[in-house]
């Protein structure tokens, strides 16, 4: 792919993906963080996902598709509980990437930000690594 | 059976523990694969970034073009973020020259050269630390399960607890539910008898390790039985950092000197000084 492949990808299988899902709700109904979501645990699921799909449409989604997404820990366990056999959790993956702005947009949830990520991770490996192993591994 | 050369891609937050890299290699050399560690920041998949595809796209390329240039054929992955990134994202936009499983596809596909390895007995009774998430991806928890049931003197205990995500770090950001899921653990082991928590990834072992507080078992990862199987010593500085009442007395004035009292101060000791959990 050239230049902007990430974001072309991001977009061409959000509407793969959009395409292909009836809203059926399973995959909310199998989700094991629902009933830690009062919004989403209230809601009727083929409501909430609906509103994923208008995401994955370039929408702007609903509260409670956005608290749905948010609270998406990659338990993958939607995707076998899919009748279409969608890779529900690559869908789910899709959005979160969306709502946090990966395509531009201002983003929509609260996005994890670690400024320090490199510089610590940087730190750790001068204290567990000899200088040899820091020389080949990193 | 002729040497295979693999490039062995750590992931980022396994700087933590360097020990578990270093034992990961040992035990692939052991059943002939030639690992070559790389890990970092320099080797990202883009997931620290994620908020911004452009830049996520920049990062995970670069790692790319350096495991194409490697010329070894297989990446071994250890992370399932990154695992799951380079089948998602990485692997997609920039065509690899290389195949990629995982290190627990890898052992337990020559679990039969490992056997006869393993000849030092491990007492223990053990309670596997498993996520749904990934499994789904990679057959995990079964994996490192039977790998673990190799072991001369380990039984591991069936229970079927399997915590929501794909690792700690996943479940850690949602309020709540890391000390629901870690209270779950602790119960499930008190009901199996087991003495033994072992986990699977690096950021579980690192929100794990502090359980070991005031309890009586202890928090090792699958590699650390593993190596301790195979005769193999080592140190787990992480836990005992994280688990020490002062980690500055336990990681010494020099090691912090040498990384930088300021920054070791900003960015590393509030993690190690951080409550348990549960």
Known sequence: MTEGGLAARIREE???????????????RACPMVARTVVVAAAEPGAVIGGVLDVLRDGAGTPEALAFISACTRSGVCTPACPERIDAAFMMRLAGLRVRGALGDAPRVKVRDDPGWSARVKIF???TMTEEEQEKWL | MAVTPVV????CNMARHGEIIRLSTRIMEAVDVAAEPAGGPGYC????????????????????????????????????????NMDDFMAPVTPPAFETLHITELLHARREMLRPLLRHPVKARVFLHGHLG?????????HVSDLL??????????HGLLMPGHMCSAI?????????AQRATLAAMAETGADTLATIFHSCHRETVALERGRKFRVVNWIHLLAEAMGFNYTDEYKVWRNAADPRAAIGADRIAAVGDVAFERLVEPELRRPAVV
């Open chain 2, 45 to 84: 998949c883009g997931s620290p970034q994620e908020k911004n595809a452009r830049i996520a796209e920049g990062m995970g390329r670069r790692t790319m073009e350096k495991f194409n240039e490697s010329g070894r054929e297989q990446v071994v992955t250890w992370c399932p973020s990154c695992h799951m």
């Open chain 1, 14 to 28: 959000s509407a793969r993906l959009a395409e292909a899902c009836t809203s059926c709700g399973d995959c909310v």
């Open chain 2, 172 to 180: 850690a950001a949602v309020p709540g539910a890391l000390a629901e």
């Open chain 2, 149 to 158: 049931g190799m072991i001369p003197g380990i039984e591991v205990v069936n």
């Open chain 2, 8 to 11: 062995f891609w750590y992931g």
């Open chain 2, 134 to 142: 990934f499994n789904g991806r990679v057959a995990v928890n079964d």
């Open chain 1, 125 to 127: 490996a001068r204290l």
